[in-house]
């Protein structure tokens, strides 16, 4: 079940957690907390869902169908998550995914709350948070003084303090143009995987991730391995990505659908094959 608002571009949001879920095997319960004004450069505005329709949606999915993972994103304001948090911790036993973007474009004092409200009310309910390196730093060590950036083991220390057993750090800059992706706890790096820098700015990537390992760990994969599987998808989304419009490139989550183009006019009859659309960014 995805906890998500609405992006009518197409780039994140909860089209992106449905799409994501299906391609990657399992079915997606999309339960709608919002809807942001956005294009594929830029949101200027998200409307918030009423916290009882949030909490309605959910309540007559998870009385209908048994639900393997909850995958937590944008929420929009601390009253749909407190439902959210209430739904997650009246089914304790069912893992939770938790992704928190970048909210640089929101208002300062609407973020803070937002992400205040996270800390106290979504990290306890928490199994692994998913975020990019800068935003975890910014949000979880706001005080940090060291020289050096945090590590993953700080971030996951960090988030420990509110509950959170496993880190999922991505986007880690290294010196030779790689990027690396960490699973940590407090104690320990338990998997990381690096990848080339593509030089190219995408939204949805942090939507698709936490998407991916959900439905890896609703059909039952192992945690380190479910990780390893699902940055290796987004790799490959990100690889085939496409700009729809002329902001961001957006994942091509469906990468592993493209056939040949010889062999698809072929197949179907060059009366009916149509020219693809470009889907390298």
């Keep these: ?15 992106a957690d449905q799409l994501t879920i299906a391609c990657v095997g399992a079915h997606p319960l999309g339960v709608v907390t919002g809807v942001y004004i956005r294009d594929s450069a830029e949101i200027f505005d998200f409307m918030s869902m009423d916290e009882d329709t949030v909490a309605e949606q959910a309540r007559v999915v998870l009385e209908d169908s048994s639900v393997q993972v909850f995958k937590v994103g944008f929420c929009g304001n601390p009253e749909t998550l407190s439902v959210v948090a209430q739904t997650c911790s009246d089914y304790a036993q069912v893992p939770v995914v938790a992704y928190m973007p970048n909210l640089s474009w929101w208002d300062e ?3 803070d709350a937002y992400q205040d409200a996270f800390l106290e009310l979504m990290l306890p309910q928490t199994t692994v948070l998913v975020g990019n390196h800068s935003t975890l730093w910014r949000w979880l060590l706001p005080d940090w003084s060291n020289s050096k950036s945090p590590g993953p083991r700080d971030l996951a220390r960090a988030a420990s303090e509110k509950g959170v057993p496993y880190v999922l750090v991505t986007g880690i800059v ?5 990027i690396e992706n960490a699973l940590a706890t407090p104690m320990t790096v338990l998997a990381t995987e690096r990848f080339e820098h593509i030089d190219a700015v995408f939204s949805g990537a942090g939507d698709t991730l936490s998407a991916a390992l959900a439905a890896l760990l609703a059909a039952g994969t192992d945690l380190e391995a479910a990780c390893l599987e699902a940055l290796n998808y987004l790799d490959h989304c990100l690889d085939s990505g496409y700009r729809p419009g002329m902001g961001h490139v957006v994942p091509d989550r469906l990468f592993w659908a493209h056939g040949d183009d010889e062999d698809d006019a072929t197949e179907i009859g060059t009366e009916f094959a149509l020219p693809r659309h470009e889907t390298k960014h």
């Design 174 to 178: 290294q010196a030779d143009q790689h």
């Design 1 to 15: 079940m995805c906890f998500n608002a609405n992006d009518a571009s197409g780039a994140g949001g909860l089209g």
């Design 109 to 111: 004092e609407q973020a």
